[in-house]
Nanobody, 117 residues
Framework: VSLVESGGGLVQPGGSLRLSCAASGFTFSRYDMRWYRQAPGKEREFVAAIRSFDAYTNYADSVQGRFTIYRDNAENTVDLQMNSLSPEDTAVYYC???????????WGQGTQVTVSS
């Protein structure tokens, strides 16, 4: 099982980034996919989720209207489009997969996003 994030980097305030998570080793279409983030000195927090069977999405209040989560079940990928970034969005972003029926769950290794001028 593997979840590999990519797309992180340094961006100026107000800029955009698109993160991608490539999944392998499990039946991707059966899993809800989520993004979490962890800023220095803070606990890991929920960012966005997309459900397996109907692609229903939900977001943390702090990113609502700025971030969009997508999934491609044919490519086994989940993306996070991040717009209007602010320094408060600086964190390591993690991809997370969970089968809500079996409770099998997996984490990616994370990708660093730094928002700074």
């Amino acid at each position: 099982v593997s979840l590999v994030e990519s797309g992180g980097g340094l961006v100026q305030p107000g800029g955009s980034l698109r993160l991608s998570c490539a999944a392998s080793g499990f039946t991707f279409s059966r899993y809800d996919m989520r993004w979490y983030r962890q800023a220095p000195g803070k606990e890991r927090e929920f960012v966005a989720a997309i459900r397996s069977f109907d692609a229903y999405t939900n977001y943390a209040d702090s990113v609502q209207g700025r971030f969009t989560i997508y999934r491609d079940n044919a490519e086994n990928t989940v993306d996070l489009q991040m717009n209007s970034l602010s320094p408060e969005d600086t964190a390591v972003y993690y991809c997370y997969a969970i089968d809500t029926r079996t409770r099998n769950a997996y984490w990616g290794q994370g990708t660093q996003v730094t928002v700074s001028s």
